[in-house]
């Protein structure tokens, strides 16, 4: 079974994401690079979905199958508004961040994914 913890940690640090966008935004600078947001196993999160922690009836469960795909995507969005942000393309950046965008959608998507994962695990 999923270990429950990890997914509390990944559900509040990726809801995160949206204040560190905002900074981005506002300021032109990010603690990390765009190449690393966009790539969903470097995140801690990423990291635990990939690694030895999940058994092979976690990674062949459903729950696995959509949060790591609804993850990937979630990071690929992040990455483009996070380089509009640095780029200074500020109105840009905030469409993308909409509540109408494609991240809105995914970031809402991941997260009740990964509680209804959390859900099945307890």
Same mark, same amino acid.
């Given at each position: 079974?999923? /270990?429950?913890?990890?997914?509390? +940690?990944?559900?509040?640090?990726? @809801?995160?994401? $949206?204040?560190?966008? %905002?900074?981005?935004? *506002? $300021?032109?600078?990010?603690?990390?690079?765009?190449?690393?947001? %966009? *790539?969903? %196993?470097?995140?801690?999160?990423?990291?635990?979905?990939?690694?030895? @922690?999940?058994t092979a009836q976690d990674r062949?469960?459903?729950?696995?199958?959509?949060?790591?795909?609804?993850?990937?995507?979630?990071?690929?969005?992040?990455? $483009?508004?996070? *380089?509009? !942000?640095?780029?200074?393309?500020?109105?840009?950046?905030?469409?993308?961040?909409? @509540? /109408? @965008?494609?991240?809105?959608?995914?970031? !809402? +998507?991941?997260?009740?994914?990964?509680?209804a994962w959390k859900k099945v695990? $307890?």
């Open positions: 079974m999923a /270990n429950v913890q990890e997914l509390d +940690k990944a559900i509040a640090a990726h @809801s995160m994401w $949206k204040s560190h966008l %905002r900074t981005a935004i *506002d $300021k032109k600078e990010l603690h990390v690079s765009v190449a690393v947001i %966009r *790539d969903d %196993r470097q995140c801690a999160f990423g990291q635990w979905l990939y690694g030895g @922690s999940l062949a469960s459903a729950n696995f199958k959509t949060v790591s795909e609804l993850h990937a995507q979630f990071h690929v969005e992040t990455a $483009k508004i996070a *380089d509009m !942000a640095l780029k200074g393309k500020k109105a840009e950046a905030e469409a993308l961040m909409a @509540s /109408n @965008s494609d991240y809105s959608a995914l970031s !809402a +998507k991941l997260t009740a994914s990964m509680m695990s $307890k």
